[in-house]
């Protein structure tokens, strides 16, 4: 059984900043690319930023320059670094996923998803 669990979010001054982690456990055997989503009530989850196993980064055009995704591989975890946080920015924050596990009989490949944390930022 896999998990994602999400910690670092809160409220946050406008121009200041926050770091989300997101550790993933279980019978993992490959993570290949991890991202962070955010969503609004009534509207639907996208994409912030996600990151491969190799490193190449991809970012929405609206984060562009103020947040930075990261990775530790040995770690099974993702970053996310926000820094000029603007009130745009509130949302609730879902950890991504795309993994391979292995229950002893069977392969799987598919995307898990973390539980959300709270990013609040006040004007």
């Known amino acids: 059984q896999v998990q994602l669990v999400e910690s670092g979010g809160g409220l946050v001054q406008a121009g200041g900043s926050l770091r989300l982690s997101c550790a993933a456990s279980g019978s993992i055997l490959w993570i290949n690319t991890m991202g962070w989503y955010r969503q609004v009530p009534g509207k639907q989850r996208d994409l912030v930023a996600s990151?491969?196993?190799?490193?190449?980064?991809n970012y929405a055009d609206s984060v562009k320059g103020r947040l930075t995704i990261s990775r530790d591989n040995a770690k099974n975890t993702v970053y996310l670094q926000m820094n000029s946080l603007t009130p745009e920015d509130t949302a609730v924050y879902y950890c991504?996923?795309?993994?391979?596990?292995?229950?002893?009989?069977?392969?799987?490949?598919?995307?898990?998803w973390g539980q959300g944390t709270q990013v609040t930022v006040s004007s």
């Open positions: 991504n996923a795309d993994l391979s596990t292995h229950d002893g009989s069977y392969y799987q490949y598919r995307a898990y």
């Open positions: 990151i491969t196993s190799g490193g190449s980064t």
